[in-house]
């Protein structure tokens, strides 16, 4: 592999066995340079990060029949697909309808530009809460009465930051992340569960991973207990200050808005969490 540039000294140049001079793309003899480069090593095959070199590259290549392709796509096109994918999956469900049995009259749906960034920045945190669940909390949101957002299960903390995000949008109240980050409570009521996800699940940096993802969001609105859902709700009981090194301090109201059961998925456990953490659920809270 050949890497090339104009930069006399390129940081990229270590990651290269072999590496060639060649004047800046708008220099007259950047192109003859650049073919010549190719002939002389038998190149068939270039990769460009930047778009004007890539343009240039592909004209380049057609006006003098050079056996060579690009191999990347488009690098704009490229960045920018995923933002498109947003904009359609905002508008789709700004215009979707998904009726909840309530007697309570729901606040306004966000915009689809609204909708849209929460989709861009969801899909770049990794787990296990696809589009329609999404769907579903942006629903459900809509009708929560004011209080403490729990989450039970956060793993990398993917619907952790959906919930952040529209409990900052509807400005219901404070989310409290509970999970303990141990792998001794990964089997989730099945042994088949634990043995196939232990490789891809590497729970010792999913706390770190977490907090990397949700602290861009948190401005004391948002903070974690690293403990199973039993012992964390004794906690809450007794002290509604959470403090962490990362996320400072934040202070919960004790009713509880809209409670997420995420953690293990065995039978008891699910009772459980149902029969602590509903005991503060408030009047109109979402479940
Ligand atoms: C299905 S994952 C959560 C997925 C996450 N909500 C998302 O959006 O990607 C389940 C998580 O529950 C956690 N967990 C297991 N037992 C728990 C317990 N007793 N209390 C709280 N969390 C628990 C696991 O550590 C794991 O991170």
Known sequence: MIGASSEKYDLSRKAYQQWFYIPHITHPDFA??????????????????????????????????????????????????????????????????????????????????QYASLFRHARSIPGETDGSKIAALCEIMRYCPPGDIIEIGVLWGKSAFVLAYLAGNYSIGPLLCIDPWDRNYLPQGSELLMKYSSNTHDISSALMIFQMNLLPYGRGNINYL???????????????FVKSQVFGLTSYSGSVALLHIDGNHGYEFVRQDLALWQKKSVRGGGL
């Not at 403990?227 to 906690?235: L, M, Q, V």
């Open 32 to 113: 003859q340079s650049l073919i010549e480069l190719v002939k002389r090593k038998r190149i068939s095959q270039i990769f460009t990060p930047h778009q004007v070199i890539w343009n240039f590259v592909e004209e380049l290549i057609t006006d003098n029949g050079l056996n060579l392709t690009l191999v990347n796509t488009q690098p704009i096109e490229t960045e920018l697909q995923p933002y498109r994918e947003c904009l359609e999956s905002g508008q789709e469900l700004f215009e979707s309808t998904l009726s909840l049995a309530t007697a309570s009259r729901g606040k306004e749906k966000l915009l689809p530009i």
């Open 226 to 240: 690293q403990s199973p859902s039993n012992e964390a709700y004794r906690d809450y009981c007794s002290n509604l």
